[in-house]
């Protein structure tokens, strides 16, 4: 049964996934190796917190659901029944974070890495206990976006994904076992398909971004968030797929590396809202307004899907 958990990394996903579980009713202890992240962390939670409360998600009892901030990694882990891993998508800092906890960790305690796509069977050749590691990827925002994909390596034990899976359940959450622990997983597979094709087009001037942006909200992404790929296949008739993938698979983007437009704009620094331009602009109260409004819709229209209007 797990009851205390430590979250190791705070920087986007940290505070949001932090203040989420301590909803659910466990103890959560947060820690970061930058202190000024630990501080941005404290205001990011209190921000969750505002939002879990529009989404009438109920705080638990007063001696349950507490998120503590530690100093040391050792403060962290200690007594943990589950780790959460958080740190930046690299192997080697998320190795590091593995080997430094491996002596201070209970043998039975479950590793979980919030991979945005790095097999599980990679990560789990790094820590003593693989059978207890697994990937549990949560999606930004995380105190919002309920559904997190639950992934197994190749030397994960199956009891330690169902022990994941009924955990996300049993706080209100919906888990998906994704059933091979391929690069990321399904979620990230299909978003980074509409991410390449969306890029190459603003990159060739077929469009703007701002438009592009239009284009897909209110052309796709609002229908899918009613109607799934696969049954969107079957309300637009197989036929029609058939025919028109017959002649535009050919032509979508199939480029196997970075698009130049993402490598010049990381280079020089402009990585979006974290640096203040990225494909837009962004003022720091430009900012402000836009994280309280996506907030509110995200919360507006989640309230609608689950049928709570
Ligand atoms: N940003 C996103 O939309 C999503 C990211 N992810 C994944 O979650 C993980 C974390 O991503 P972000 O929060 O975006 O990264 P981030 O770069 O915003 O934050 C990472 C944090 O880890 C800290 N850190 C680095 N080394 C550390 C160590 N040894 N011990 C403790 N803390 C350490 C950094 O100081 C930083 O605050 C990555 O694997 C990423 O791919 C998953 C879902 C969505
Ligand atoms: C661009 C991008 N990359 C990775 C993830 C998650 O792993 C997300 C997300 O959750 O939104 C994302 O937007």
Same mark, same amino acid.
């Given at each position: ?91 080697? $800092? ?66 330690? $994904? ?38 190459? +087009? ?9 438009? +592009?942006?239009?284009? $897909? ?8 968030? $009613? ?10 008739? +197989? ?71």
């Amino acid at each position: 049964m797990i009851r205390n958990i430590a979250i190791i990394g705070l920087g986007t996903m940290g505070p949001g996934m932090a203040a989420r579980l301590a909803r659910g009713g466990l103890q959560v202890v947060a820690y970061d190796v930058a202190p000024a992240a630990i501080e941005r962390a404290r205001s990011m939670l209190s921000a969750a917190e505002t939002v879990l409360d529009a989404l009438d998600i109920a705080s638990p009892s007063a001696d349950v659901g507490m998120v503590r901030f530690a100093d040391d990694i050792g403060d962290a882990v200690s007594g943990a029944d589950l780790v959460i891993e958080n740190v930046p998508e690299n192997i080697s $800092v998320k190795a590091e974070v593995y080997r430094s906890i491996d002596g201070l960790i209970g043998s039975d305690t479950i590793v979980a890495s919030d991979t945005s796509g790095i097999p599980i069977t990679k990560l789990q050749a790094h820590i003593s206990h693989p059978e207890r590691m697994v990937g549990m990827h949560w999606s930004n925002p995380p105190h919002i976006i309920p559904m997190i994909e639950v992934i197994g390596g190749e030397r994960t034990a199956p009891q330690t $994904v169902a022990t994941i899976r009924e955990l996300i359940r049993s706080i209100g959450l919906l888990p998906v076992v994704v059933k091979k622990d391929i690069p990321g997983f399904v979620e990230n597979r299909v978003l980074y398909a509409l991410l390449r094709e969306a890029v190459d +087009l603003v990159e060739r001037g077929v469009i703007d971004p701002e438009d +592009l942006d239009t284009c $897909v909200s209110w052309g796709i992404g609002y229908k899918i968030a $009613v109607i799934g790929p696969m049954a969107l296949l079957d309300m637009a008739g +197989l036929d029609i797929y058939k025919s028109v993938s017959s002649f535009l698979n050919a032509d979508l983007s199939n480029r196997d590396d970075v698009a130049p437009v993402v490598l010049e704009k990381t280079k020089a620094s402009k990585l979006g809202i974290k640096s203040g331009e990225g494909m837009f602009f962004y003022t720091p109260e430009q900012i402000k307004a836009l994280q309280g409004e996506r907030a509110r819709k995200l919360v507006a229209v989640r309230r609608i899907l689950e049928g709570r209007g």
